[in-house]
C-alpha cells in the first residue's frame, strides 16, 4: 500500500501559485512534498522505518556570513523561526543533548549562523554525518531596523548561497492565530522554491483538538499561495513529540545526499 502511495505521490508535481511562476518539485521537495501528502497510517509506517540514533552532537561554530561558514561537504539543515518559537528546545531534542543550542546562546552569537555537527547512525548501524544549524529568530519588534535589514540579508545569503542546505525546517508557534510574518517568510521560501518542513511547536501547552484547529488554521491562510499543502510535522520538546517525523524526513534527505550524482 505504501509502494503504490509513494509511486502516486512520485509523479505528482506541486506548484507554488507566487507571481504567476510554477515551482517544480526538485528531489529533495518532491519527497517533503510526498510526505506532506501520505495519508496517516503510510506516515506512521514511514516513520517507524526511520530509525535514528545520535551518536554524537557539538557545537562547531558561529558564522556572520555564508562565506564564513565551514565546508559543505555535509548534507545541512537549518531550524528557523520567531525569537521564543522553541528552536533551541527542538535542537536540544533532538540531539539528546539539554545544554546543546543553550551553548551558542550567548548574545552576539543569537545573530549569527550556529553551526552544530551531528553524526547519526541507521537502523543497521552505518553512520551517518551531517550539520544542524540554528539560525536567529525573525520578529523580534525591539530590534532597530538597520539591525533588521542586516538578519534579513544575511539570512538571504545563507538560504539562497548554502549549496548543502537540503532542507529547512520553519517551526511555528502552535497556540497562535495564523501570523503575517510566517506566512510572508513561507512563501518567501516558496519564491526561492527551497525545499522545507513546517514545525508546530509547543503542541504540549494546548489540547489536541486546538493544536489541529491551530495547525489547520495556518494552513488554511498559507492555502492562498500553494496548491497543496507543504509537508508539516506537530512537536513538543517537552513530550518529545514529532522527533521520529523530524527524523524520518532527516534520514531520507540524507539518502538522497549520498545519491546525488
Ligand atoms: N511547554 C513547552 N515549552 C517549550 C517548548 N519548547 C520551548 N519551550 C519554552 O519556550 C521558551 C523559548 O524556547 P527556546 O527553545 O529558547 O526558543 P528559541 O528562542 O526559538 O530558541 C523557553 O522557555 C522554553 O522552555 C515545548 O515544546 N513545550
Ligand atoms: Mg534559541
Given at each position: 500500500?505504501?509502494?503504490?502511495?509513494v509511486?502516486?505521490y512520485?509523479v505528482v508535481?506541486i506548484?507554488?501559485?507566487?507571481?504567476?511562476?510554477?515551482?517544480?518539485?526538485?528531489?529533495?521537495?518532491?519527497f517533503?512534498?510526498?510526505q506532506g501528502?501520505?495519508?496517516?497510517q503510510?506516515?506512521?509506517?514511514?516513520?517507524?522505518?526511520?530509525?535514528?540514533?545520535i551518536?554524537s552532537?557539538?557545537?562547531?561554530?558561529?558564522?556572520?556570513?555564508v562565506?564564513?561558514?565551514?565546508l559543505?561537504?555535509?548534507p545541512?539543515y537549518?531550524?528557523?523561526g520567531?525569537?521564543?518559537?522553541g528552536?533551541?528546545?527542538?535542537?536540544n531534542?533532538i540531539?539528546n543533548?539539554?545544554k546543546l543550542?543553550?551553548?551558542?546562546a550567548?548574545?552576539?552569537?543569537?545573530q549569527m549562523?550556529?553551526?552544530?555537527?551531528?553524526?547519526s547512525a541507521?537502523?543497521k548501524g552505518k553512520?551517518q554525518?551531517?550539520?544542524?544549524v540554528?539560525?536567529?529568530?525573525?520578529?523580534?519588534?525591539?530590534?532597530a531596523q538597520?539591525?533588521r535589514?542586516?538578519w534579513?540579508?544575511m539570512?538571504e545569503?545563507y538560504l539562497?548561497?548554502r549549496?548543502?542546505?537540503?532542507n529547512?525546517?520553519v517551526l511555528i508557534?502552535?497556540?497562535?492565530?495564523p501570523q503575517?510574518?510566517?506566512?510572508q517568510f513561507?512563501?518567501?521560501?516558496?519564491?526561492?522554491q527551497?525545499?522545507?518542513?513546517?514545525?508546530?511547536t509547543?503542541?504540549?501547552?494546548s489540547?489536541?483538538?486546538?493544536?489541529?484547529a491551530?495547525?489547520?488554521?495556518?494552513?488554511?491562510a498559507?492555502?492562498?499561495?500553494?496548491?497543496?499543502?507543504p509537508?508539516?510535522?506537530?512537536?513538543?520538546?517537552?513530550?518529545?513529540?514529532?522527533k521520529?517525523?523530524?527524523?524520518?524526513?532527516?534520514?531520507?534527505?540524507?539518502?538522497l545526499?549520498?545519491?546525488r550524482?
Amino acid at each position: 500500500m505504501l509502494g503504490a502511495c509513494v509511486g502516486y505521490y512520485m509523479v505528482v508535481r506541486i506548484f507554488f501559485r507566487h507571481g504567476g511562476k510554477g515551482r517544480k518539485a526538485g528531489p529533495v521537495s518532491s519527497f517533503l512534498w510526498k510526505q506532506g501528502r501520505l495519508s496517516k497510517q503510510a506516515k506512521s509506517f514511514l516513520y517507524y522505518l526511520a530509525r535514528v540514533n545520535i551518536k554524537s552532537a557539538a557545537y562547531i561554530i558561529s558564522s556572520p556570513s555564508v562565506d564564513q561558514c565551514p565546508l559543505a561537504d555535509k548534507p545541512e539543515y537549518a531550524f528557523i523561526g520567531r525569537s521564543n518559537v522553541g528552536k533551541s528546545s527542538l535542537i536540544n531534542m533532538i540531539c539528546n543533548h539539554q545544554k546543546l543550542a543553550k551553548t551558542s546562546a550567548s548574545p552576539g552569537k543569537t545573530q549569527m549562523i550556529n553551526h552544530f555537527s551531528v553524526v547519526s547512525a541507521d537502523e543497521k548501524g552505518k553512520e551517518q554525518g551531517w550539520y544542524l544549524v540554528d539560525l536567529p529568530g525573525y520578529g523580534y519588534a525591539k530590534v532597530a531596523q538597520g539591525k533588521r535589514k542586516q538578519w534579513t540579508k544575511m539570512i538571504e545569503e545563507y538560504l539562497r548561497k548554502r549549496e548543502n542546505l537540503i532542507n529547512i525546517f520553519v517551526l511555528i508557534d502552535s497556540r497562535h492565530k495564523p501570523q503575517q510574518i510566517d506566512l510572508q517568510f513561507i512563501n518567501q521560501l516558496g519564491a526561492w522554491q527551497l525545499p522545507f518542513t513546517i514545525v508546530f511547536t509547543k503542541a504540549d501547552k494546548s489540547t489536541q483538538r486546538e493544536v489541529a484547529a491551530a495547525v489547520n488554521a495556518f494552513l488554511e491562510a498559507l492555502g492562498a499561495h500553494w496548491e497543496a499543502m507543504p509537508p508539516h510535522i506537530v512537536s513538543s520538546a517537552v513530550k518529545h513529540l514529532g522527533k521520529k517525523q523530524i527524523f524520518a524526513t532527516i534520514e531520507q534527505c540524507n539518502r538522497l545526499w549520498n545519491k546525488r550524482p
